[in-house]
Every structure is written in C-alpha cells, then in structure tokens.
C-alpha cells in the first residue's frame, strides 16, 4: 500500500495506473461532489480498464478496497481516503495486497496518512515557462520504509506511455544556473 497527497494525486495516480497493466478499481465515496470521469484518463490509459466503485461511506470503500486487493484480479486499487486510517485499517489493506499481489494506493488530503503505508507522495504541477503546459510535476517522497527520500521533476509522454524524469531548470545542461 501506497499514498499520494497534493494538488497532483489524481495525475499521478493514473501514471501509476497506465505502468500497473491491467484492469484498476478506482474507489471513493458517492457523496463526494466530484466525479471520476474514466475518459478523462484516456491520456493515460484505456478507460476500459478503469472500472469505478462509489459507495455509501469510508468504511464500505475499506471493504470493497481490500477485498479486491486479497482476490488478487486488479492490478492496482485506488481508494480515495476521507479521513485518517487506523493502523488496523492500514494493516489490513497492507496485507491485502500482499495476499493477490496487487498495488494498493490510496489519495489522502495533505498531513494524513496511515502508519502503515509503505510510501507516502506528495504530488504537485510545476510551471515550465519553457512548454507553457502544465504536464510537469514534482513528485517528492515523503514516507518510504526502505529509507529512499528524494524529489523529481517529472513529466509523462501520453505518445510514448512513460514517465520521463527532468531535471530543474537551474541543473539543465547548458542552463544558466548550471556553470556550463
């Protein structure tokens, strides 16, 4: 189990989708006033493969969440968090996972997150005055059990479907800032 926060979680959740392979199960509450719209990831990956689960409350999105992890079907579940996972909830959906060998990842709002998790992201669009889109992302590891902390400037290639790292602006061969 992983979690992303920021302002990029969605993005970044649909990268980790397009490179996960098969079918996603995107969970999230029904009450919430936006929707998930399976097109709009077209840039990412077949919306086909998207298949989206509302439910009523938290703890219905917990259970649907783990049970798809354990049978193992889905290649990778989203659940979209409202509150603070426990660490039992967090465990659980851990060793979810673990059983069918599927990813989990969960979208958190900014400062929560769940003891339990292997690693958290925060995720946020940079301005790259140089493409004047806002396909540039900064994605910074915030949590990781195995002890790797970094950033990257990242942007996706919806031609290719990969991911391509790109360094600031100030550490760009032949950029100012860089002294060459």
Do not use: Y
């Amino acid at each position: 189990m992983h979690e992303v926060c920021g302002p990029g979680a969605v993005t970044f959740a649909a990268i980790v989708a397009a490179k996960a392979g098969g079918t996603v199960l995107w969970v999230r509450e029904g009450w919430l006033p936006e929707a998930l719209h399976p097109p709009g990831l077209a840039a990412f990956l077949d919306p086909a493969r998207v298949l989206v689960a509302r439910t009523d409350n938290q703890t219905d999105s917990l259970a649907v969440a783990e049970e798809a992890l354990k049978d193992g079907v889905v290649s990778l579940v989203v659940i979209e968090i409202t509150r603070p996972l426990d660490l039992r909830e967090g465990r659980r959906l851990q060793l979810a996972a673990k059983a069918g060998g599927a990813m989990g990842l969960c979208l958190i709002p900014e400062g929560m997150g769940s003891n339990a998790t292997e690693t958290r992201w925060r995720a946020a669009p940079v301005f790259d005055p140089e493409h004047g889109d806002s396909t540039l992302m900064r994605w910074e590891i915030i949590k990781n059990k195995s002890g790797t902390f970094g950033a990257w400037h990242v942007r996706w290639d919806e031609q290719a479907h990969r991911l391509h790292v790109v360094s600031p602006v100030g550490e760009r061969p032949g950029s100012a800032g860089s002294g060459a």
